[in-house]
């Protein structure tokens, strides 16, 4: 079984930054895609980016240009930067994995508070 540990939510102001982690306790073998979700108070948990194993990226229209995802294979763990954060980005993030025998895993989540 897989774990996933996200890291690195926090508080911050607007127009601030804020960098996620992923940490896979092991290889995830037949890896297909990785992302991050996110679900506000009250809100269904939606997409925010994914990356597949070639590389390809998709990002959700609110977060284009100020996410960025990125994955580093030789530590299991992929990453989600984010900057000029917005009110609107607060948010618990989740971390989720797929491979191509349809598994599915997903992290615990981390709080990301932007207020002034």
């Known amino acids: 079984q897989v774990q996933l540990v996200e890291s690195g939510g926090g508080s911050v102001q607007p127009g601030g930054s804020l960098r996620l982690s992923c940490a896979a306790s092991?290889?995830?073998?037949?890896?297909?895609?990785m992302g991050w979700y996110r679900q506000a108070p009250g809100k269904q948990r939606d997409l925010v980016t994914t990356?597949?194993?070639?590389?390809?990226?998709n990002y959700a229209d609110s977060v284009k240009g100020r996410f960025t995802i990125s994955v580093d294979n030789a530590k299991n763990t992929v990453y989600l930067q984010m900057n000029s954060l917005k009110p609107g980005d607060t948010a618990v993030y989740y971390c989720?994995?797929?491979?191509?025998?349809?598994?599915?895993?997903w992290g615990q989540g981390t709080q990301v508070t932007v207020s002034s």
């Open positions: 990356i597949t194993s070639g590389g390809f990226t």
């Open positions: 092991r290889t995830i073998f037949g890896r297909r895609v």
């Open positions: 989720n994995a797929q491979t191509t025998w349809a598994a599915e895993y």
